[in-house]
């Protein structure tokens, strides 16, 4: 009778050489054979999963009109300039080639949703607000999904995501609201809008374009714990000043601002929204000094008009508007994302105070910043971006604490 023996060679990183002997009775070895074994360290075989996602490239930007790509990079079809195209679009767009395969169902169409009652507009507590969005995103899985990013002082910080096929390779937009968590009829307005619109997905054919096409990240509350309290501030300082900014690189934010910078970062948003309350403006930065954005302020100012124009409201720098205001969100989401190639194009808003005609506003203005923020680059080279009209301050506008 013969025994085995095994000797086990550990040779690399992911093989390894097993030897088998063979005794007999008198003790004699004779060797059997050689076998490689391949194996795979999991780690490793997860690290290439995540590495083969592909990501959308943000289009570069210049002035150059040979880098004009209409609409192959997103399954949109640009239209022309459009201040050439008479103003302002509504939501009355059409469906665009290609992508028309979806995972809403197996036909590959883009299906109805229900998400249930419509919110009564009355202002939520922070796990309201959570387990609404919670709600809807088990009631429309193939279109939203619900995480918490991170708890602030006891509070969670959460997302809403909106995104009806596949989310690979599609530009990433965040919408944000409550920065500033005593500003929370921002939440109240941007509820409202995003279940109308929501509700409009597989009817509606702009609306079921741009979320097909557009990885929406909708953030209720950016500082939980200060909505809660109704403050302004959060960790005892204007958490919309304490952002990093260029020459302050950075910068000693506020929990929440930490959190949503990583958030941010994580993801790399090609358009930022950040709503606050008030004065009824969209406004592009910068705002902690006066000069423009470069190459990019023909895009802003465009943009900004169009989507201004929608929501009746004015537009224009943010210093301009609210004065100077070092460490704020649309600074830190424009120079952040354009150092890192996501190429970030960010407005802020400020709601004019009314709910129900601010959610009527921004029906017709955040479906545009949608579709057109992240490929904004393509107006550069047209040279037709307008001025921004003098600014009148609204009745009860107070500098500084908007
Ligand atoms: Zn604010």
């Given at each position: 009778?013969?025994?085995?023996?095994?000797?086990?060679?550990?040779s690399?990183?992911?093989?390894?050489?097993?030897?088998?002997?063979?005794?007999?009775r008198?003790?004699?070895?004779?060797?059997?054979?050689?076998?490689?074994?391949m194996?795979?360290?999991?780690?490793?075989?997860?690290?290439?999963?995540?590495?083969?996602?592909?990501?959308?490239?943000?289009?570069?930007?210049?002035?150059?009109?040979?880098?004009?790509?209409?609409g192959?990079?997103?399954?949109i079809?640009?239209?022309?300039?459009?201040?050439?195209?008479?103003?302002?679009?509504?939501?009355?767009?059409?469906?665009?080639?290609?992508?028309?395969?979806?995972?809403q169902?197996?036909?590959?169409?883009?299906?109805?949703?229900?998400?249930?009652?419509e919110?009564?507009?009355d202002?939520?507590?922070?796990?309201?607000?959570?387990?609404?969005?919670?709600?809807?995103?088990?009631?429309?899985?193939g279109?939203?999904?619900?995480?918490?990013?991170?708890?602030?002082?006891?509070?969670?910080?959460?997302?809403?995501?909106?995104?009806?096929?596949?989310s690979?390779n599609?530009?990433?937009?965040?919408?944000?609201?409550?920065?500033?968590?005593?500003?929370?009829?921002?939440?109240?307005?941007?509820?409202s809008?995003?279940?109308?619109?929501?509700?409009q997905?597989?009817?509606?054919?702009?609306?079921?374009?741009?979320?097909?096409?557009?990885?929406?990240?909708?953030?209720?509350a950016?500082?939980?714990?200060?909505?809660?309290n109704?403050?302004?501030?959060?960790?005892?300082?204007?958490?919309?000043?304490?952002f990093?900014?260029?020459?302050?690189?950075?910068?000693?934010?506020?929990?929440?601002?930490?959190?949503?910078?990583?958030?941010?970062?994580?993801?790399?948003?090609?358009?930022?929204?950040?709503?606050?309350?008030?004065?009824?403006?969209?406004?592009y930065?910068?705002?902690y000094?006066?000069?423009?954005?470069?190459?990019?302020?023909?895009?802003?100012?465009?943009?900004?008009?169009?989507?201004?124009?929608?929501a009746?409201?004015?537009?224009?720098?943010?210093?301009?508007?609210?004065?100077?205001?070092p460490?704020?969100?649309?600074?830190?989401?424009?120079?952040?994302?354009n150092?890192?190639?996501?190429?970030?194009?960010?407005?802020?808003?400020?709601?004019?105070?009314?709910?129900?005609?601010?959610?009527?506003?921004?029906?017709?203005?955040?479906?545009?910043?949608?579709?057109?923020?992240?490929t904004?680059?393509?107006w550069?080279?047209?040279?037709?971006?307008?001025?921004?009209?003098?600014?009148i301050?609204?009745?009860?506008?107070?500098?500084?604490?908007e």
């Amino acid at each position: 009778m013969a025994t085995n023996l095994h000797i086990i060679y550990w040779s690399g990183f992911y093989h390894f050489i097993l030897v088998e002997f063979s005794v007999d009775r008198t003790g004699k070895v004779t060797f059997s054979g050689i076998l490689l074994l391949m194996t795979l360290q999991v780690s490793w075989l997860l690290s290439c999963a995540e590495s083969q996602e592909p990501t959308y490239q943000a289009p570069k930007r210049n002035n150059q009109a040979s880098q004009k790509n209409p609409g192959q990079q997103t399954g949109i079809q640009q239209g022309a300039n459009p201040l050439n195209a008479g103003g302002v679009q509504g939501t009355q767009g059409t469906i665009s080639q290609g992508q028309q395969s979806g995972s809403q169902d197996s036909q590959g169409t883009s299906s109805a949703v229900n998400i249930g009652e419509e919110p009564s507009g009355d202002q939520l507590s922070v796990s309201e607000l959570n387990s609404l969005l919670s709600s809807w995103a088990q009631k429309a899985p193939g279109l939203l999904s619900y995480a918490k990013y991170g708890n602030v002082n006891g509070q969670d910080a959460s997302f809403l995501r909106i995104t009806g096929k596949s989310s690979q390779n599609l530009p990433k937009v965040m919408v944000t609201a409550a920065t500033h968590g005593n500003e929370q009829i921002t939440t109240t307005i941007l509820i409202s809008v995003f279940y109308k619109m929501i509700s409009q997905y597989g009817k509606d054919a702009a609306i079921t374009e741009i979320f097909d096409t557009r990885d929406v990240y909708f953030v209720p509350a950016v500082c939980p714990d200060a909505y809660e309290n109704n403050t302004r501030e959060a960790d005892g300082q204007d958490p919309n000043r304490s952002f990093p900014y260029p020459g302050e690189e950075q910068g000693s934010p506020s929990k929440c601002i930490s959190a949503i910078m990583k958030l941010f970062n994580d993801k790399k948003f090609n358009a930022t929204i950040d709503y606050h309350a008030q004065g009824g403006m969209i406004m592009y930065p910068w705002a902690y000094q006066s000069s423009e954005v470069g190459e990019h302020n023909q895009a802003y100012k465009t943009l900004s008009k169009k989507v201004a124009d929608a929501a009746n409201y004015q537009w224009g720098q943010i210093l301009d508007l609210v004065g100077e205001s070092p460490g704020s969100s649309a600074d830190y989401y424009h120079w952040q994302g354009n150092k890192s190639g996501s190429n970030t194009v960010a407005l802020g808003v400020e709601v004019a105070g009314d709910v129900s005609s601010d959610i009527g506003s921004h029906l017709k203005a955040l479906p545009i910043f949608l579709k057109d923020a992240p490929t904004a680059s393509f107006w550069l080279s047209e040279g037709l971006a307008p001025e921004p009209p003098p600014f009148i301050p609204p009745p009860g506008f107070v500098r500084g604490m908007e």
